[in-house]
């Protein structure tokens, strides 16, 4: 069930990418329409974090292409933002909040400028967006993980783009920081961005966005959240695994325990 | 204090600052031992230099050792990243191995070449008074070493209030820097360039062992002292400043020599810093938890 729409945010044509040449993503063929939440879901080692980096230019790619707003990535670099994972920087690194938030502004700086009072503007906005402005001049290392992945999403916010891809951005922190952080996307979304986020947890998955990417090496589904993530799709996506995963969901159920705790657990 | 021990510790103080500066960017990005491979990597670029030109004329020999310094980076990079050898393991296996064909070099060519193993390894800062750069007219400008290492500083400078934000953005999180449009490849070998560069100009004066000490030990002492980069580097640059001003008097009192004297002080800054310091020293990590857990609670 792979779904096309017309005049895509993200076009992503044909894409093959392998690490030591084994390939991770196989002939990834879809498009993402405007103002939507995405979510790319699929098991471990799927190539979820993969796709946005092939997408981001990070890595390179063995075949086809990626349009954003039906341009080359280069063309309109301003126009996206990325948010890595939380565990891919040393978060003792002698930084403040608001010098990560600010990182945002740097590429509109170009090659001389440097950060002034307007980008310090711009960061302590994007700070207040996310509830970290009291923490602004806190040392990042002395932040709890939730708050850490706040600024991350601050730095995204100040770069003002209008696709946002992010990897993961749910690991690793509290209920009350996820709902915050989903209110915000969704904020986002409302206001016309276009939001994909690479997701762990099946339960959410249905509330949380408009728009489905199922994927496990290959493209298994990409459409609307009620044709995509449905038992057949998930079976095709999680193979075996799916089914003592709901069958674990179903016996808590019956008991009455909350939903939250059949969460799967992250790595 | 007479005019050479103002020109010793002078040069001292300039090495010093140049390496520390360095060393800051160095030791965030995990990489303070790739100073110490290139400080060691130039020499057969030195060597080679010396053999094609015949002279020890400055800017052969600073183009020779530039060259090899950012090829031994390429090289530890081509290792790590292609051969898949630990990044320590690919940066001993390169650094030795160069080093050695320029100790090679030097023994073969002996006759020819105007330089030494300890020369290379040790220096000799109490001689820098010594080479004095002298204008056609006669007028005597000082040390040539202080001219070349200034120069060198000037450069640095420039470089690091220009370009702080991509060199802080590249070390901080690469991927970021990537997807925003940096190149983090350009400016990973422009600051390995600088390295060389720096590594080279101070060589002749403070040898390589006291080039590794400065780039590594006063930015791991400024790193314990502050948690904000521009900080760091004014207090990395001030603590190698002292350490080589005091070693100095060290040496002078002690009769030894200076580069061992400096070095040591160096290390003694860093304890002084590691049991001191207010945010990240012994005595203040007891008292932390207390700390943090009343900032949290507001």
Known sequence: MIQHVTNPVLEVHDLTVSYQRKPVLWDVDLTLPQQALVGIIGPNGAGKSTLIKAIMGLLPLNSGFVELFGKPLEEVRKRVSYVPQRESVDWDFPASALDVAMMGTYGQLGLFRRPGSREKKLAMEALEKVGMQDFANRQISQLSGGQQQRVFLSRALAQDADLYLMDEPFAGVDIATETAIIELLRLMRDNGKTVVVVHHDLQSAQDYFDWIILLNMRLVASGPTEETLTPPLLEKTYGGRLTELSRVSELLQKKQFPIRETKPTRK | ?298
Not at chain 2, 160 to 180: C, E, G
Not at chain 2, 189 to 215: C, K, P, Q, R, W
Not at chain 2, 285 to 297: H, S
């Open chain 2, 1 to 298: 204090m007479n005019i050479d021990a103002f020109w010793i510790i002078l040069t001292g103080a300039l090495v010093a600052i140049c390496c520390s500066l360095l060393g800051c960017f160095l030791i965030l990005r995990r990489m303070a031992m790739v100073g110490d491979a290139i400080s060691h990597a130039v020499l057969p670029g030195i060597v080679l230099a010396f053999l094609f030109s015949g002279s020890r004329e400055v800017w052969t020999m600073l183009i020779g050792a530039a060259l090899l310094g950012v090829a031994c980076t390429f090289l530890i990079e081509f290792f790590h990243k292609k051969a898949r050898v630990q990044a320590d393991a690919s940066i001993g296996v390169t650094f030795t191995t160069l080093f050695a064909l320029g100790i090679i070099l030097i023994s073969v060519y002996a006759g020819k070449v105007d330089l030494d193993q300890d020369c290379v390894l040790y220096g000799e800062i109490a001689y820098v008074p010594l080479d004095i750069w002298l204008t056609e007219s006669g007028l005597n400008m000082g040390p040539r070493t202080v001219w070349i290492i200034g120069g060198v500083l000037v450069l640095l400078l420039l470089f690091i209030t220009v370009f702080y934000k991509q060199l802080y953005l590249t070390s901080f999180d690469p991927a970021f820097a990537t997807a925003i449009g940096l190149s983090t490849t350009l400016w990973y070998y422009l600051l390995m360039g600088a390295v060389s560069l720096t590594t080279v100009a101070a060589f002749e004066s403070v040898g390589a062992i006291l080039v590794v000490a400065l780039m590594v030990g006063p930015p791991a002492t400024a790193y314990l002292l502050t948690d904000d980069l521009k900080k760091m580097l004014v207090l990395s640059a001030l603590a190698g400043t002292i350490a080589s001003a005091a070693g100095f008097y060290l040496a002078l009192w002690l009769n030894g020599s200076v580069a061992g004297a400096i070095s040591v002080i160096i290390g003694l800054q860093f304890l002084l810093a590691f049991v001191f310091s207010p945010s990240h020293g012994l005595l203040a990590k007891r008292r932390q938890p207390i700390a943090v857990m009343k900032a949290n609670a507001v």
